[in-house]
């Protein structure tokens, strides 16, 4: 199979992958940017993560309010703790 537009590689079946719980039931053209993501490496899904928190969240309509209140509010209490991939 052909890579997905900007992928290096295909995804491979039984390839680990991240998604948005809350717009998981929407078509690809309703969920916004980065909703699903397939890293390639283990190692990967750190990083796939932090651009789930960058770029999809803000965009993702299905995302209850309480939900996107408590996100906010982990940002500001790692930030100051200093919370970085090292933790995880």
Same mark, same amino acid.
């Given at each position: 199979?052909?890579?997905?537009?900007?992928?290096?590689?295909?995804?491979?079946?039984?390839q680990v992958?991240?998604?948005?719980?809350?717009c998981? !039931?929407d078509?690809?053209? *309703?969920r916004?940017?980065?909703?699903?993501?397939?890293? %390639?490496?283990? &190692?990967?899904?750190?990083? &796939?993560v932090?651009?789930?928190?960058?770029?999809?969240? !803000?965009?993702?309509?299905?995302?209850?309010? *309480?939900a996107?209140?408590?996100? *906010?509010?982990l940002?500001?209490? %790692?930030s100051?703790?200093?919370?970085?991939k090292?933790?995880w």
């Amino acid at each position: 199979a052909a890579p997905m537009h900007g992928r290096n590689k295909p995804i491979a079946l039984g390839q680990v992958g991240i998604r948005c719980i809350y717009c998981r !039931d929407d078509t690809p053209s *309703e969920r916004g940017q980065q909703a699903t993501s397939y890293p %390639s490496l283990i &190692s990967g899904i750190y990083n &796939s993560v932090q651009q789930m928190l960058r770029l999809h969240f !803000d965009c993702c309509y299905a995302m209850p309010i *309480e939900a996107r209140r408590k996100i *906010e509010s982990l940002k500001v209490s %790692s930030s100051a703790r200093g919370g970085r991939k090292q933790y995880w």
